[in-house]
């Protein structure tokens, strides 16, 4: 028997949205092969590869301080005679490309969303010259069909089934970054799932921009959903993100028909100022929206519903702020994201009038945030008493703990032995905190 190579460290940090993440893992996926081997520090890696996002302009400049930090490093391990390759990916690598290496020297490589297939070849390459700058001039499909096998490591998995956007919302960067909406075959899309149902996945969150937007099966997202219902094994759907518009029929009827959809959607309306909609160009209005959460709840009355806000769009006056709250009290949200407006150059509200002053923004976020935490507390706090079937994927943080996920999403402790790990077992929930629920005891081992 010979001996292995000994293992390369490879640290990634992602940063951003779930599809940076389901990338982060077919990134490691792809270097597995060359023997390199997932480490949680920076500091004796071989390849540092960063993963950032390209959202809002703190995203974008937490990348840079990272990046200084790991210079530091790499000028120390240069001193001690070896080397250390920095690769920047994802958004930011699409949005900014060869200014990211002027900005900061260390960085070896750049790498758009559309080319990690050709990660192995780009790192033999840079270690032989220095820079190269890869950015989304290729088919998507070119990427999935070159990714190899994945190897889940728990009983939840992502998977992207749609990529990038033709929305065009006026202050965001994702059509640009991400380009045009594109959907994965359903077939192939049926063999990863297939793939990761056999290896003890149980639930599976399909991932997209525009995830609703899905078109690669007959019947749209709702088609796909039906498919991937009857793998066995699967016992649970979730979508993500999914846009107002694209909320169809036959999508709202599957959250009434197919059991493995789980009650719980993350819909974002981003203001609920018609004005402020309309500058968006988000195409929806706050009353077709309302009206959109009560077909949904008549398909599905259980289900909860969680959302993206953005405060301090430009030309967004006290009155619109004030609807954006009306908005949030009528539909009542068990969750959300909210976001100070952060201008990114190249979109068209970067450039509109009536930019809102921070101070507004941050008033304005914190009054946003505290009557959502208010619901987010009442939602959990609903929950008390009740059974709910709780999905458990790891061991707690104390001995004897064990931690899982309840259909809407909220994570569940509970004193139970490792072997309920990966099941699906009905718990009594005793009582609720801001962020996650404790249960009393399992009922019945489903
Ligand atoms: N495709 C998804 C979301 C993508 S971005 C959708 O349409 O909902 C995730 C969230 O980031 C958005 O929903 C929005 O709330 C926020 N966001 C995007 N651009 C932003 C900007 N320029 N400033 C502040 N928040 C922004
Ligand atoms: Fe951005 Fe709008 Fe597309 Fe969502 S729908 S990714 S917010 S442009
Ligand atoms: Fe960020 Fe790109 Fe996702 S900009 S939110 S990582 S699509």
């Known amino acids: 028997m010979s001996a292995a190579p000994p293992a390369r460290r490879l640290y990634i940090k992602t940063y951003g949205c779930q599809m940076n993440v389901y990338d982060s893992e077919r990134m490691a996926d792809v270097l597995a092969p060359l023997g390199y081997a997932m480490s949680d520090r920076p500091d004796d890696a071989a390849l540092a590869v960063l993963n950032p996002c390209h959202i809002r302009d703190q995203a974008t400049e937490k990348v840079y301080s990272e990046l200084g930090q790991i210079r530091l490093m790499k000028l120390a391990r240069a001193e001690a005679g070896e080397v250390m390759t920095v690769a920047v990916a994802g958004c930011v690598a699409q949005a900014e490309g060869e200014e990211i290496m002027r900005r900061q020297p260390a960085v070896d490589l750049v790498v758009g969303p559309q080319a990690y297939h050709q990660l192995p070849e ?77 290896r003890g996945v149980r639930e599976v969150t399909l991932l997209g921009q525009n995830v609703n937007a899905y078109d690669g099966a007959e019947g749209g997202l709702a088609g796909l959903v039906r498919r991937l219902a009857a793998i066995p094994g699967l016992d649970r759907i979730r979508y993500t993100t999914s846009h107002p518009r694209d909320m169809d029929d036959a999508l709202i009827a599957a959250h009434g028909e197919v059991e493995a959809l789980m009650p719980y959607l993350h819909l974002p309306v981003q ?174 081992t489903a």
């Open 271 to 444: 203001s609920g100022s018609d004005r402020i909609l309309r500058a968006m160009n988000r195409g929806h209005g706050a009353k077709s929206y309302l009206a959109l959460v009560e077909r949904i709840r008549a398909a599905r009355p259980d289900l909860a519903l969680s959302s993206d806000f953005i405060v301090g769009f430009p030309g967004e006056r006290e009155e619109d702020f004030e609807a954006t709250l009306d908005l949030i009290r009528a539909v009542g949200f068990a969750g959300a994201f909210s976001f100070k407006y952060s201008p990114r150059p190249g979109t068209p509200a970067a450039a509109m009038p009536g930019q809102v002053p921070e101070d507004v923004k941050s008033e304005r976020l914190a009054r946003l945030q505290a009557l959502l935490e208010t619901q987010q507390r009442a939602f959990n706090a609903a929950q008390a008493g009740k059974v709910l079937p709780v999905l458990f994927e790891k061991s707690g943080r104390y001995p004897g703990q064990i931690i899982g996920r309840s259909p809407y999403l909220q994570a569940v402790y509970l004193e139970a032995p490792d072997r309920l790990i990966g099941q699906i077992v009905a718990v009594e929930i005793n009582r609720a905190g801001p962020n996650s629920l404790v249960g009393a005891r399992v009922l019945e």
């Open 122 to 198: 780009l790192i033999a390459r840079t270690h032989r010259a220095r820079g190269e700058s890869l950015a989304c001039d290729f088919e998507p499909q070119a990427k999935f069909d070159a990714l190899p096998a994945r190897r889940p490591s728990g009983v939840t998995a992502f998977l992207t089934v749609q990529e990038g956007c033709d929305k065009f919302c006026t202050f965001c960067v994702v059509p640009y970054t991400r380009g045009a909406e594109w959907s994965r075959p359903a077939a192939d899309i049926e063999t990863e799932a297939r793939g990761l149902a056999e």
